[in-house]
């Protein structure tokens, strides 16, 4: 399995993928590789064939992330890539995709805890209008934007009160053009917090956050208000599309 991987990740479709989704994709796909395929066994699942791998194997995998259901239907998804490039590589030996008969775990749709307005209301209390937190948060309730996105809005973005940009993902090849309106209450947020700087959202040195970075800034702000969230910024996103908080 681990050959196949490996070949998979030189064709020109996966190299053509946005830099965050092949880490992604990768690091699900290498996460099996140590992981043996029963309990105790010292046969581990990067030693097995692409051949010999079966729809049972595959739901072993998923399995041991039935907990996170968003992390388990990501294993499924990525094998069902591996195996489709099998079947059009006739070297592997691949003669189906026993992936594709292994079903997504049902469970939160968005795969994960959606924030409610109680602890919006926490987080608020923690950071008030004008720090940096708060402008964050507002930011992020009110573009519904990934965090991809949140660290590059700025000033030179906005245009007769629209914030205009292309979407980071999918910039390369299937670019989205958005349009969002600043409603008084982000406005009022921006307007309060101190910055020189045209982008919104710095560090504590006065550069742009890194998604990476600012996902762990926010985490750590969101532990100070006492919630406790493994992907605080991405759980906001459908906080947002359900509850319009003004």
Request: charged residues 25%; aromatic residues 8%.
């Amino acid at each position: 399995m681990v050959l196949a991987v490996h070949a998979l990740y030189r064709l020109d479709e996966f190299q053509a993928l946005e830099r965050s989704t092949k880490r992604a994709r990768r690091g699900i796909l290498e996460s099996t590789w140590d992981e043996p395929i029963v309990p105790n066994s010292n046969v581990l699942f990067g030693d097995v064939p692409l051949s010999k791998m079966t729809a049972q194997a595959i739901r072993v995998i998923r399995d041991r992330k039935s907990s996170l259901p968003e992390a388990a239907n990501g294993r499924v998804k990525a094998a069902r890539q591996v195996f489709a490039w099998g079947l059009e590589n006739e070297t592997t030996a691949v003669l189906a995709n026993p992936a594709r008969d292994v079903k997504y775990l049902k469970g939160n749709p968005d795969g994960f805890h959606t924030w409610t307005i109680e602890e919006v209301r926490r987080f608020e209390d923690r950071h008030p209008v004008g720090t940096k937190a708060r402008l964050a948060l507002t930011l992020l309730l009110f573009t519904g934007v990934r965090r991809s996105d949140v660290v590059r809005l700025g000033r030179q973005m906005v245009s007769s009160g629209w914030l205009r940009f292309t979407e980071v993902k999918g910039a390369k090849s299937n670019p989205k053009q958005r349009e969002l309106p600043i409603l008084p209450t982000l406005q009022a947020a921006i307007d309060a917090t101190p910055s020189g700087h045209m982008t919104f959202l710095v560090t504590e040195f006065g550069k742009p956050f890194t998604p990476a970075g600012f996902g762990n800034k926010f985490r750590d702000w969101c532990n100070q208000a006492g919630l406790l969230c493994a992907r605080p910024a991405q759980q906001l996103r459908p906080t947002t599309a359900r509850h319009r908080i003004g």
